[in-house]
């Protein structure tokens, strides 16, 4: 009988041992199967996930933020340990303990899932595992991925420490809310860093993995709850926290962002702006979007946030005056049904999701909820109910009318059903007592149909400084400061003049100013004056100030439309510039933002200054990568410096201009200030600058500038047409730089525009271009800078070559071409003259 016991247990055995046998062989034979073609595990050494990127002011605040997915990457060494513990607790007590997978977890979730019939199944997956199928592998439920987990897992735990495993996990982990890993998500749900985080907090965080997408704050609150009060249980229980700090932690109510309880990052952002827009669009250019949008970019913006509000509102205010002036009432175009219009909650709801735009200062969306005999009853975003309701009074209606459904306007409104109805979503703003801001009315407002764009810089780095490139930013994204093409019409003479004075002229030249046809392939051209008058022989000053026509055309034709072509190229102004005369009068399309750039120039003394947007941009490891300022400091590695001294800065520009020329044409355009088409312009210091009007008055134009500031504006429509007849830069233009400028002055200063060396002052009669006395006096005289050296005693008549002209014709030079005539100059050296441009490849239509 024993020896059959034995016999009989001895062969159980041998089956077991068989058993076992073949399952090793089977196991390691399908473990060395799905081994082969793994990916491979060692890339995770250099993890580099895709992150935020930040604009900064200069001051260091936080303006903007753009991101693929929202992570903000931290060393394991600066996560606090009650986030690590709490997520260990949560996701794999004993992961400082196993080697990439836990057979107690294994078993424990095995035990747990029959018990229960398999109506509790958790995983059982190690915090290596999920590192593994996050990066490495797909999250598909199949035994096939479970292998290759387990055997990845094993090789990672020989590659990587444990802390740099967890931080792998802790900044690649999706909670929820588009937040990628841990510090993300603590700004999402708290809007706190890690740091500050409560242990409730960090619980509730590594409560999310198990179901970022059915955990919400707010929708699934007592899920979210309960799961947050496990993972608390489970740090004291790992013996993290004590039992007194458990107990009074699972007494806290679930606190969130989403449940209004800390306010949102992005409600203490200010809204996305086209300056902030405009660094996107240029960073993704230069470094590739994915790089700009994932690669954690901290970047310095240039922009000065006070001025940025002025240069919104400046514009805004233009453009809505205009705007309103045509008293024609367009609405939002958005409705809101009137089922939705019951009880306040509903409305507001409602209101909420209406796309409008919120980025206009001081205006509130809001929604009609009923009309009267003559007003009509609104509820206002943001703001409370009053006992007796908000009101738009019958008064506030009367300056517009109503386009109708054939196209035609209606009448002017009397009352306010006459432009509302009940439903229409609406802007309004608080109308108040100018002298002691006391509560009027509520009024109505709209985006105007006419846009613009404005753009201030500094003119000696380059630092954009404000940039609006329209009405508002949300209403429409296009930014009409760089990305639009408009004809800056005379705004552009300045760079006729600039090769002019370049070419011997000085601001006294005599030029024609008579009457001019050209036969061009469209039919015979006939430029005329803004006024239609014709002034005879002209000062040059004068004819920039007034802003002549024909004086242009002619000092273009005089000096060659190939000369004047390769000014406005070298300033920046043009890739290309068609040899037309037409062109000379501004009829080419240009943006603002190569305008201002380009004006910068005459400003600085003639200087080349590249435009930017950043001071500089550093990668997530903090290396500068770009940085603008390419100055050198001569002695700024001095410990110390002597009592008195700053800083020693050598520019290393590029010269474009001669100094003199830049001098003369920026006196010149003070003149168009004071005495011009400028007037209007009111700063405590000296300012220059230039209109301009196109034809039509399709678009209105005015850039100027101080000794430290240029600023430019223009005003039109996005489908060019007429702004009507008493559009000019001067009067819809003007006031958009004066108001901006005079805080920007109070910021930056300004002086007298500095008079570089080589030259003298001699007054001339501004009428008559006379020589006159040292000592003479009265509102003719003004005193003019010629270079040393250059003829005054015989400053003759030009006329571009249009017509007859004194013999002695101020003496012209250029580049030397293949073509032209030579001749002696009164001074008697040898210059060669251009030859007339080709009139049958002429643009007609001139700009004025």
Known sequence: MFR??????????????????FVALTLGAVFWMYSRDLPSHTQLAQYSPKTISRIYSGEGRLIDEFAQERRIYVPIEEIPPLVKQAFISAEDKNFYHHHGFDPRGMMGALVQAVKSGGANVRGASTITQQVMKNFLLSSDRSVERKIKELILATRLETTLSKDQILELYLNEIFLGQNSFGVAAAAQTYFNKPLTDLAPHEAAMLAAMPQAPGRYHPVRAKERVTERRDYVLREMWQNGFIDEATYKSEVALPLRSVQNGDFPALQQQLPPRDYFTDEIRRQLSREFGEDEFFGGGLAIRATVEPRLQKVAARALQKALEQYDRGRGVWRGTRVTIPADKLGAEPDWRAALAEAEVPRDIESWHPAVVLSLSDSDARIGIEGVDEDEDGHWIPAKDVQWARKRLADGKLGRKASVASDLLEVGDVVLVRQMTNDSDGSFIRWTLRQVPEVQGGFMAMDVNTGRVISMQGGFSYQSSVFNRATQAQRQPGSSFKPFVYAAALDSGFSPATIIVDEPITLNTPQGLWTPKNASG??????????????????????????????TVAKYAEKFGVYDHLGHFL???????????????????????????????????VQDRYGRTIYRHDQRECVNCDQATLPAGSSPSIRSNRERVMDAITAYQLTSMMEGVVKRGSGRGVELPVPVAGKTGTTNDA???????????????????????RTLGQNAYGGTLCVPVFNEFMQEAVKEFGGTTFAVPPGGHFVNIDRFSGAILGPDAKGPNVIAEYFRDGQDTSGLGLVDGGFGRADPATLPLFTEARDTGQAVTTSTGKKKVIPKKADFGTLSSGGLY
């Open 533 to 562: 008058k014709f002034y005879g022989p002209t000062p040059m000053r004068t004819g920039i100030e007034q802003s002549r026509n024909l004086m242009t055309i002619r000092i273009a034709q005089g000096v060659g439309m190939d």
């Open 582 to 616: 037409a062109n000379s009068l501004g009829a080419q399309e240009t943006t603002l933002f190569k305008m201002v750039a380009a004006y910068a120039m005459f400003a600085n003394g003639g200087e080349r200054v590249e435009p930017t947007l950043v001071d500089r």
């Open 4 to 21: 059959f016991v034995l016999s009989f247990l001895g062969g159980i055995f041998a089956w077991i041992v068989t058993a076992v046998f």
């Open 698 to 720: 399709k678009d209105v134009w005015f850039i100027g500038f101080t000794s430290n500031i240029v600023a430019g504006c223009y005003l039109g429509y996005d489908q060019p």
